[in-house]
């Protein structure tokens, strides 16, 4: 939709998802990012494996999937961008359209996130080609840490791969819901599904398979610490892409026929599902080659790689894991650039494309600036004179501020609003929900949901 003019209330011109499935697909696409591929699996394995799944399980329910109902209900019953949806909702309510702050930090979120994000996506598409022509073949720690550190020293380098994620990224957006979103998701998607079967069953022929599936799933209560908990806390809120506004966008092209509550059920399952796929394809090739699991890029760009230089059919399962790796960033850079270029369009004479492109290049610029700060700009450290952010680099305080400060206020914000500001009989009609199921996610998003995030919060600004 372009217009010039303001837009109205009804958004009936709106496209919609072809099907349940398509939004589930493009959901679970970004709620599916680097972190499902080694995060999730490593904090599991070091605080307690199936007991820290369990506690991660009861959060999803907690924290998870009621701010995911929530930022979908918004959007589906605002039928526009985040922030006018924030608005619409609020002033149906009769409520300040003040509210639309949390849409507001949520896209800000995204929009920064990206602007790194990009930079990490590259690093992914870089190493393709490093797997494909085998440049990790017998390598050593020595020489594998040597490739990784040459491309974080060559601003040239990082530069082309960021523009290259962020055309693919634009690409997709710029084509709209049913070219670009839609058509993405259900190629990707699946492909990713592929790839992950694919490497899982590879993974079995390492012996050390088993001890992979010891390591994630037999639980060790004693190893589940209090930080273990809050840790499942905070992964449960920032797996499935919440307090980005990107619910909210997605929410408003789905039908009204469509249960919000079975579809973030199933959104929190297969998010989950690919994490611990990815655990079970990861960890035998590391317990194999006797490598430490060791969390952090570190893992995927310097422990992987040595791996898969010093194993057999190394170089194609090497280059098949990076192609995955690349799809899960893939997915979730498109829904990251959504929000803000569907404001855009809404809100200028700019059709799709030219928002997409607009914004696009906007957030490549600002990620010039997290590649300078991983080599030209590595001394400079804006906050240097707070000691809580002592030595942090550009790159450093970006990803501090969106994942400790943006996304725990919007989505705290969106909780608190849909929990007390918007009337009981809306929410029952839009979630198409009633009885004790209505009943449970109401009290949750009402008083347990805005207590679990408030302990995320503080927990992430004091660890």
């Keep these: 939709m372009s217009n010039s003019t303001p837009v109205s209330d009804s958004g009936a011109d709106r496209g919609l998802w072809s099907s349940r499935l398509a939004f589930i697909l493009a959901a679970t696409g970004s709620a ?28 999803i329910a907690v924290l998870g999937i009621p701010i995911m109902m929530a930022e979908v209900f918004v959007g589906r019953n605002g039928r526009h961008n985040p922030i006018t949806s924030m608005r619409l909702v609020a002033e149906r309510n009769l409520k300040s359209p003040l509210w639309r702050v949390s849409a507001i930090v949520g896209m800000i ?52 791969w960021h523009t290259v994620f962020m055309a693919l990224v634009i690409l997709v957006v710029s084509r709209g819901l049913k070219g670009g979103l839609e058509r993405a998701a259900t190629i990707l998607m699946p492909a990713l599904f592929l ?37 499942a806390l905070g992964h449960a809120f920032f797996t499935l892409s919440l307090g980005m506004a990107i619910m909210m966008a997605y929410g408003s092209y789905l039908g009204r026929d469509v249960s919000i509550a079975r579809t973030a059920v199933s959104v929190a399952f297969m998010d989950t599902v690919v994490a611990l796929m990815a ?18 890029p570190g893992l995927i760009f310097q422990t992987l ?38 404001w855009v369009e809404e809100r200028t004479s700019l059709a799709r494309s030219g928002s997409a492109i607009l914004v696009g290049v906007l957030c490549w610029a600002l990620g010039i600036a997290s590649i300078l700060s991983l080599n030209v700009w590595s001394d400079v450290a804006p906050l240097d004179m707070f000691a809580r952010f002592e030595g942090k680099t550009i790159f450093d305080l970006l990803d501090f501020f969106t994942a400790n400060v943006l996304l725990p206020l919007s989505g705290l914000l969106t909780a608190i609003f849909v929990g007390w500001f918007v009337a009981k009989e809306s929410l029952m009609r839009d979630l198409n929900l009633e009885g004790v199921g209505f009943s449970l996610w109401y009290n949750l998003i009402r008083f347990v949901t805005p207590v679990a995030v408030i302990i995320v919060f503080v927990y992430n600004l004091t660890a």
């Design 279 to 296: 655990g079970l394809a990861i960890f035998p090739v590391v317990f194999a080659n006797g490598l430490e699991a060791g969390a952090g």
């Design 195 to 231: 790839l992950l079967i694919v490497a899982v069953g590879y993974a079995t022929t390492t012996g050390h398979f088993g001890e992979a599936v010891d390591f994630l799933f037999t639980p060790d209560f004693g190893a589940l610490s209090i930080n273990g908990v809050l840790i």
């Design 32 to 59: 599916v990012g680097l972190g499902n591929i080694w995060k999730f699996p490593y904090v599991t394995g070091e605080n307690g494996g199936g007991a820290f799944v369990i506690v991660y399980l009861i959060c």
């Design 109 to 160: 979120a995204a929009f920064a996130i990206l602007s790194f994000y990009s930079v990490i996506g590259g690093w992914a598409a870089s190493y393709i080609g490093h797997a494909a022509q085998g440049d990790f073949t017998g390598g050593t720690a020595d020489s594998i840490g040597e490739l990784f550190g040459g491309l974080l020293a060559s601003p040239g380098q990082l530069l082309i």
């Design 305 to 342: 790689p040595l791996a898969f230089g010093n194993m057999p059919m190394g170089g194609l399962f090497g280059t098949l894991f990076f192609v995955l790796l690349l799809f899960a960033a893939w997915t979730s850079g498109i829904s990251l650039l959504e929000p803000v270029v569907e």
